[in-house]
């Protein structure tokens, strides 16, 4: 998992990069939560994403928004990490020209960024955003949401309401063509503790079906398809 400097708009990024053995591997981008309350690519969450995505063969990158670990710059507000985003986002596209599609996943203010992001990159074609803040940041931009993707919820998350993504998925759901996911794990907090691995086969599962590969953790799966409607 080797160490990547991206050059972005306020200077270095800080990145780490798996490459897939697989021809033409479809790529993903993953963005960890706010910056200024601990967030950085080494979240617990956002790094279980990162191996849920290389594990099912994408090359698939996180990194450090500005400000965080060794990527330069401060803060900025949300506008900035969009375009640390956009830029990390061009850098993957570039080193996998023949990338078979393209998927962003964030974990709560990440999410946020990447359900922004792909409003303005027509080349993502999908999308995981777990515990997006919707009670928190306005996600109105949504209209509509152009791709299908996954949403994740804790039923007991005292950070991000239920309440407010129900209202999220509820808004997207009316769209045509578009199918959102929305995946409620009862006793889960904002950072899933003690739930995180069944949240990831669940991500698993679901990137299965969307791309066709095939999954390592088959007991996982064989006990999610009896269990889940997708």
Known sequence: MPEIIINGPEGRIEARYHHS???NAPIALILHPHPEYGGSMNNKVSYALFRTFSDIGFNTLRFNFRGVGKSEGRFGNGEGELADAASVLDWLQSYSPGASSCWVAGFSFGSWIGMQLLMRRPEIEGFVAVSPPANIYDFSFLAPCPVSGLITQGDKDNIVTKFSVDSLHKKLSSQKNIDIKYHV?????????GQ???LMSYVKEYLSLRTGKLIKNSDAVLSLRKNTKF
């Open 21 to 23: 053995s697989q021809p």
């Open 185 to 193: 794990m009862p006793g889960a907090d904002h950072f899933y503790k």
């Open 196 to 198: 995180l691995s069944a």
